[in-house]
């Protein structure tokens, strides 16, 4: 309809510059600081672990959503996003060092330990100890018990061969998207769009693979027994939304400091802004759909994961759980659903960056919800029903330990970043992006 | 033009100015002007979409999402309170509700409900950005004066155009004329008042008629099937709804395995579970006993309970028998002993003018067709019954007076548990009539006593009661 504009770059600064090589020293020390002081603070390797989990967990997720986003934006050939998909690029590439950042959980798991994972020990049982299991398994005469069906998926060399699999292949879309769309910088080669979004196609299935085994390898094994087939729609709707959020607020936090201040325009906020408040509906609709289902059907095995969470316990007390059940439902779903309604404050760089930061927060709070009631209960009752499940949030645990990971994040990103240009600099449809407008 | 044409022009009613222009960015310049000029009615036609021509025009923006989150939310209210009113709702006798309980389930839970609200959501929602689409364009228009100008028939081609009303207070027609031509009008038409003939066009009437014919050929057709006899099986529209897969209660599941492993969909094979041992279903949990059975609390145990549910019906019914004449003796001795029955009304059960009413009305229903509208045992089915026993056609026990002097005598608990148990050959009504309405009909029984016969040996505080 409209002839492209010429591109051209006019701001000043595209780039980090020389300030990375100060900013992965200092993002460094507070990831030391931070997960340091987890770990002194938790005094338990397991409790530790997990507090771990959550935040490594809620990290691999956005970094997967910046992976989707890089892809579904060559899927669908979109003008608008090119300003700020470099940054999208670049959170994908963070999936390949994340694997380093799995080990300390992946380790003791393939050295046996089942500290985490239950599952990863020999002849575990949801029916308890091995003679319940066999009293159990006697009286019921069902063909093959489940557990031994599942061991076949879970089992810790299968575990860890997907684990490197996974890493592998998220590595090396994200840097066939990063590693091409750099090469353009260079030569300004258009087939080079075009050889991208021909293999996003295939590209899209098998992130969609990958995320789907994943989601139930990271989190949902960790209450083995239970049954969500919406769970990796639910991983997959806040990893979404938490990377629309990064690169929302990375792209403000470089403009506030001088960079790229000409080519993220209010337009592209507007648009952020609009897909935040659509993947804020979308989680929820995901999240009570998951529960709907679940309450309605009413099967223990699938309603006692929702118990632990929702429920008083069996001696009729208040755990703890059920105010985080609240906040998500209110901060997760409620809140941002009317704030991000106008159209006004979608266009507030401002409002965007408060937005953002708070949608993070509650995306570590949707994680800490799902790992770290599975603590509780192995600790508070490893076999039998969960009568006595505990509440164990610790602020002086759980919180360095995430802002320990936060100071992590932006160390990759900066080792990734370096002073390679944050926005695709002779990408074919830049002239579209700076010229995008909203109706 | 002559003169005459001139004064019919003239009498018509001029109602704007439209120009034409070649390109957009004309377009768009010339409703910049005529903004900063301080035109206010006017407005912009293209072939597409011209992005900043709404800004150019000075169009505020639509207040339609507004307008569609009021009646969104207005959905979401009235989603919930139809579901609400549905299943939970037990207001007054005008809208009652229908709070029936269903498999012990709760009346009202809010997750179950959430679909339907927001489904009702979306539905308002779009319904209101449609409507409220049209309503803020004034649509739908039958004819506009705009479409009488021949130029502007390539509105839809390759020609822009802006249109100045005279309804603007800064309008005038020369004035107005000349400054078009200077912001690069290609051409200037008049647009005046279209005085054609206002009536629908005469294929659309004939349109309408004949829809209206169809519509009225179903309700036709259902008066006709109303006055007929169809021997003819019904149409099954939906036969998964007929026809459901489902187990009958007291049945055994069919064996879902083989023969060596038999899978049934509970280990013991029936359809439907017993109630787990030692639980009570929902609303079941009797334990008031004054209130529920008529006993003195503390005074019903167990065994007592038992002998209370067992005397009705079998053990009581026995002596009517011929064959158990014979032993009276026997059957005294293995008669349990009476309950301690209460004598005054349980405290939750309020005598009033409302409870006698609704004891009367109860009463008239389940009782008076034996025991007789006055309670002296003259109803019509017991009068019919002794004729035909009488006549040896039938066997019939009479039913009581409740005025003798051996029932007044008996204490409230007694007549409660005669009503929900049954005594003599007079069946239970427990299942019928429930546990409030029961002490209504005591009530109303008293009442009937104290207007009958005055017998001895009604205690004081039973009438006291009655009398509240």
Known sequence: ?439 | MTDKQNQEMEDQKLLGLLAQFEDPNTLIKACNEARESGYKKIDAFSPFPVHGIDPALGIPRTILPFFVLIIGLTGCAVGLGMQYYANAADWSSLFPGYNFMISGKPFFSLPANIPVTFEVVILSSAIATFLGMWALNRLPRLANPLHRISRFKRVTNDKFFLLIETKDPKFSREQTESELNQWGASAIEEVNEDLTDQQLPSWLQLVGLMTALILLIPPVLIFRAEGMTNRKPRLHVVPDMDWQDKYKTQTMAPNLGDEKHPVYLFVDGRAMQEPIPGTIARGDLDTDSEYYRGIKSGTDSFATLHSAGARTGLQDAAPQEPSDQDTPAAESSAEPAEPDWVTQFPPNVTVDQALLERGQQRFNIYCSVCHGYAGNGDGLVNVRAMALAASGQATWTAAKSLNEPEVIKNPVGRIFDTISNGRGTMGPYKSQIPVEDRWAIVAYVRALQGTGLKPEGVTKADEDTVEE
């Open chain 1, 1 to 439: 309809m409209h002839e492209a504009p010429p591109a051209k770059i006019t701001s000043p600064v595209v780039s980090l510059k020389d300030n990375y090589v100060r900013l992965i020293p200092v993002s460094l020390i507070v990831a030391a600081a931070g997960i340091g002081t987890a770990l002194l603070l938790s005094m338990d390797m397991q409790r530790f672990s997990f507090a771990y989990l959550t935040c490594f967990c809620t990290l691999m997720s956005l970094c997967l959503g910046g992976l989707f986003f890089v892809i579904v934006m060559h899927l669908t050939r979109a003008g608008w996003s090119v300003t700020v998909r470099r940054i999208a690029e670049i959170i994908a590439m963070c999936t390949l060092p994340m694997f380093v950042l799995y080990l300390p959980i992946l380790i003791p798991l393939m050295m046996g330990s089942d500290e985490v994972y239950i599952w990863n020990v020999e002849g575990w049982s949801i029916h308890g100890d091995a003679e319940h299991k066999a009293k159990v398994l006697a009286e019921a005469d069902y063909p093959p018990p489940i557990e031994e069906l599942k061991a076949m998926y879970l089992n810790r060399w299968f575990f860890g061969g997907r684990m490197v699999a996974y890493f592998l292949i998220w590595g090396a879309m994200a840097w066939f998207f990063l590693g091409n769309s750099l090469k353009q910088d260079r030569t300004g080669d258009k087939q080079i769009t075009a050889k991208m979004q021909k293999h996003s196609t295939w590209m899209m299935i098998v992130f969609a693979a990958t995320l789907v085994f994943s989601s139930f390898d990271f989190e949902m094994s960790l209450a083995p027994f239970w049954f969500s087939t919406m769970w990796p729609v639910y991983f997959f709707a806040g990893s979404m939304l938490s990377a629309l959020a990064t690169i929302t607020l990375i792209a403000i936090c470089l403009q506030r400091t001088g960079r790229v201040t000409d080519e993220i325009t209010v337009e592209h906020y507007h648009d952020l802004g609009k897909l935040m408040f659509s993947f804020v509906v979308f989680w929820g609709y995901i999240a009570f759909s998951q529960f709907l289902l679940i309450w309605y059907a009413n099967i223990p095995e699938e309603t006692f994961w929702f118990a632990w969470r929702i429920n008083p316990n069996s001696e009729g007390v208040m755990t703890g759980w059920q105010w985080f059940s609240l906040v998500l439902l209110f901060g997760h779903l409620l809140i941002p659903l009317l704030a991000l309604m106008a159209r006004t404050v979608r266009r507030s760089k401002n409002f965007l960056l408060y937005a953002a930061i708070y949608l993070l927060i509650m995306h570590w709070i949707d994680h800490y919800w799902i790992v770290m009631p599975q603590y509780s209960e192995m600790v508070s009752h490893p076999v039998g029903p969960a009568a006595g499940l505990a509440f164990h949030f610790n602020p002086l645990v759980d919180i360095p330990c995430a802002i320990g990971m936060a100071g992590v994040f932006v160390a990759l990103f900066c080792l990734i970043a370096r002073d390679r240009p944050l926005v695709p600099l002779k990408d074919p449809r830049l002239g579209e992006a700076l010229a995008h407008h909203n109706p």
